[in-house]
């Protein structure tokens, strides 16, 4: 079974500053993505990426960064935070074959104050 | 882009009575669906995967495609309390190679 491991599990932030959000998977997928989770909302695509080097903007990216350094390592960037990004934040790895499955982390509680 | 709509927000079941949940998709691009779970904003654990149309048993989990009414449901047999939990539904968007997610519907089991 694939592992996602994400970090921190919980942030707390001011406005204005910068907070990054860290992925890690062990399973050698090409393909990580980054959604938020709001009530009202359920998970919106904010990057992906397609393997090392790649990013890709997903439905919600405004107001965020990503970077994917390595295979295994993806992250998401806020570089000026505000409180309307406070959230749940999901990281997600998978392959895109005619079976693809997404593996997801727990999850990162975000709160912007 | 794809919406997804799920129906109902939130279903509360007697443990062992069946619990139906549905969705439905904006447009007949995807033929790729997932029912997940998610216990407490916890991560997301895939159920059931279908890929044609018809159903798909996991165990208590049963998922039913119909591309052409752009429909696909789960229905859990005998649940329980443990099943209590956020049920998404995701439809997969082979151009950009990621997934649509509904809103979710809340489930309570109770004993």
């Known amino acids: 079974e694939a592992a996602v491991t994400q970090s921190p599990r919980n942030k707390v932030a001011v406005t204005g500053g910068k907070v990054t959000l860290s992925c890690n998977q062990t399973?050698?997928?090409?393909?990580m993505y980054w959604y938020r989770q709001d009530t009202g909302h359920g998970l919106r695509l904010i990057h992906y990426s397609y393997g090392a080097g790649s990013t890709e903007k997903g439905d919600i990216p405004d107001g965020y960064k990503a970077s994917r350094p390595s295979q295994e390592n993806f992250s998401l960037i806020l570089e000026l935070a505000t409180p309307s990004q406070t959230s749940v934040y999901f990281c997600a790895s998978g392959d895109v074959t005619g079976c693809e499955r997404l593996f997801f982390g727990h999850g990162t509680k975000l709160s912007v104050l | 882009q794809q919406k997804v709509q799920q129906s109902p927000e939130s279903l509360t079941v007697s443990e062992g009575a069946m619990a139906s949940l549905n969705c439905t998709f904006s447009?007949?691009?995807?033929?790729?669906f997932r029912w997940y779970r998610q216990h407490s904003a916890k991560g997301l654990e895939v159920l059931v995967s279908?890929?044609?149309?018809g159903e798909k048993e996991e165990g208590r989990f049963t998922a039913h495609l119909n591309r052409a009414n752009l429909h696909v449901s789960l229905h859990i047999r005998e649940p329980q309390p443990s099943d209590s939990a956020v049920y998404l539904c995701?439809?997969?968007?082979?151009?950009?190679?990621?997934?649509?997610f509904g809103k979710g519907t809340s489930l309570t089991v109770i004993p």
């Open positions: 447009d007949g691009t995807s033929n790729n």
């Open positions: 399973n050698n997928h090409n393909n």
């Open positions: 995701a439809g997969l968007n082979t151009g950009y190679q990621n997934f649509y």
């Open positions: 279908i890929f044609s149309d």
